[in-house]
């Protein structure tokens, strides 16, 4: 008995390691998500009844890469939200380990920025897990498809975090376009750039 526990135990520690292991990319499914918002209400990918898709963006009140990308994030949200595609922002931070990334700095964020699209709060960290993302920004591009959700594109915004001017790749922003006229997305993968997640200390 003890050794099939042991056996058993031993599995499951398996295909822990191996969810972990397996973060999304470009074709897979994604599973929807409740989070609170910064006005303390509970959104979910499946209320928005009327999107195509999501650029689900993972950033931070912190990162000094994310404050360079903040005014493009805004922006693909007013270029793409009217077309079915609007900005959902994730902060999975933990504010033990970043204290400026806590909720109620959140709400001072998304208040002074005017944010025009959801910034919600991953306290668990469960959905950053989920997803695999590593940096803030790191960008996911999903799409409905027969009504499951699916990524199209996975990583960095741009390819110049520095100058918004001097970006001559704009991956997020090419691949809508494509998703828009129904084409193939070309890139579906980039390397995520920025600070690292700050997960909780066990």
């Known amino acids: 008995m003890k050794k099939l526990i042991l056996v ?3 599995v499951f520690m398996f ?3 191996t969810r972990a292991a397996a973060p999304y990319k470009a074709g897979d499914d994604v599973s929807d998500f409740s989070l609170k918002n910064v006005n303390g ?5 499946s209320q928005f009844n009327d999107a ?3 650029i689900v963006v993972f950033a931070c009140n912190t990162c000094p890469v994310v404050k360079k990308y903040e005014q493009r994030i805004i922006d693909l949200n007013k270029e793409f939200s009217s077309k079915g595609y609007p900005v959902v ?15 109620s700095d959140m709400q001072k964020t998304a ?4 944010y025009a699209f959801p910034y919600l709060y991953d306290e668990s ?4 897990k989920r997803f695999g993302a590593t940096n803030t920004p790191h960008v996911y591009l999903i799409s409905k498809k027969e009504g499951q959700l699916v990524v199209e ?4 915004i741009d390819n110049n975090a520095d100058d918004a001017a001097k970006a001559d790749k704009k991956y997020v922003a090419d691949a809508v376009h494509a998703l828009l006229k129904n084409d193939q997305v070309a890139v579906t993968n980039t390397k995520a750039i920025g600070c690292g997640i700050k997960w909780k200390k066990s």
Do not use: R
């Not at 922002?89 to 909720?103: F, R």
């Not at 960290?125 to 950053?128: I, K, L, N, S, W």
């Open 8 to 10: 058993l135990t031993g």
């Open 153 to 156: 594109y996975v990583g960095a």
């Open 41 to 45: 209400e509970m959104v979910s990918l």
């Open 89 to 103: 922002a994730i902060n999975s931070n933990d504010q033990t380990v970043s204290p400026g990334d806590s909720y």
């Open 125 to 128: 960290q469960e959905v950053a």
């Open 52 to 54: 195509k898709g999501f």
């Open 111 to 114: 208040k002074s920025k005017g």
């Open 15 to 17: 295909a822990g390691i």
